[in-house]
């Protein structure tokens, strides 16, 4: 009976000590990746302007995921967000993901810091974008993008980043004019199965295919052209009198036609 007593305590002890061992394990983990995914992640637009018009890496301790105005795009001189809207999207299964900044209200900057797709991606995630670009009114600004050189945490994709040395001046990092939206593509892999998401309705007529550059005619001023014969010359010179001396002909032809006509008559009723 004492040694019934002995095991069950034994094993009541080893039970709470492996509860208690998950749950410092669990929360150790939590603690340690607090923004991790679970099943989906998010991706976040993130933009700075040479004015300070800016919105932060989602997670920024000061103005990221967790501020209150993280989901504006603030302008660092008036200390107000701004008219720009942010589009951001869930992350939920392999696929083509859209992004972007509709309505840009970027206070006369000129040139961009820094323009990229921040994520809770962990960066040794099997998760993996594959393929990313951006664009403005249709036009695109680059397909270029490197990991933020100053994040080895998660997936920060920059397409612009004037702080990386190796990334400096390489693309064009101007900035559109307000009123604009700019659009970021990216493809994602690794989950095994497809998106559920679906893309934002508001910008579905920015992702929109250009038109196609109209067809301009052949150019054949290069061509050696032969010289014409007299016969041909003489062709050509009928045919570029246009349909005017065509019509005077056709004209004369069935004035000839009538008066002939007349005149059978004419001659007829004499005989008779």
């Known amino acids: ?14 039970l709470t000590l492996s509860a208690t061992t998950m ?29 300070w018009v800016y919105r932060d890496s989602f997670d920024s301790d000061s103005s990221g995921f967790k501020s209150k105005d993280f989901n504006s795009v603030m302008n660092a001189t008036t200390e107000k967000a701004t008219k720009t809207k942010v589009i951001d999207t869930k992350i ?15 206070a006369d900057s000129k040139e961009f810091n820094m323009l ?17 670009s951006v664009s403005y009114d249709g036009t695109e600004l680059t397909s270029e993008f490197k990991q ?3 994040d080895k945490k998660y997936v920060h994709l920059m397409f612009i980043n004037q702080y990386d040395d190796t990334m400096k001046g390489k693309v064009k990092n101007n900035v559109p004019a307000d009123g604009s939206t700019i ?19 508001e910008i579905s007529t920015a992702t929109a ?27 050509s010179a009928d045919n570029s009198d246009g349909g005017s001396n065509i019509g005077i002909i056709i004209g004369v032809v069935a004035a000839v036609v009538v008066v002939a006509g007349v005149v059978v008559v004419v001659v007829r009723k004499r005989k008779n």
């Open 183 to 201: 659009v970021m593509k990216f493809t994602v892999s690794g989950f095994g199965y497809e998106k559920k998401v679906e893309d934002s309705a």
């Open 148 to 150: 933020k050189n100053d």
């Open 23 to 51: 749950s410092f394990t669990t929360n150790a983990s939590a603690e340690k990746d607090q923004y991790a995914g679970v099943g989906s992640y998010m991706a976040f637009a993130q933009m700075q302007t040479a004015t």
């Open 92 to 106: 939920d299964g392999d696929g083509d993901y859209v992004i972007a900044f509709k309505d840009l209200d970027l």
């Open 209 to 235: 295919t250009p038109a196609p550059t109209p067809k301009l005619p052949e150019d054949k001023s290069n061509e050696t052209v032969a010289p014409k014969t007299p016969v041909a010359q003489a062709a």
């Open 116 to 132: 990229g797709i921040s994520t809770n991606i962990a960066a040794d995630s099997k998760i993996k974008i594959t393929a990313a």
């Open 1 to 14: 009976m004492k040694k019934n007593k002995l095991i069950a305590a034994v094993l009541g002890f080893a």
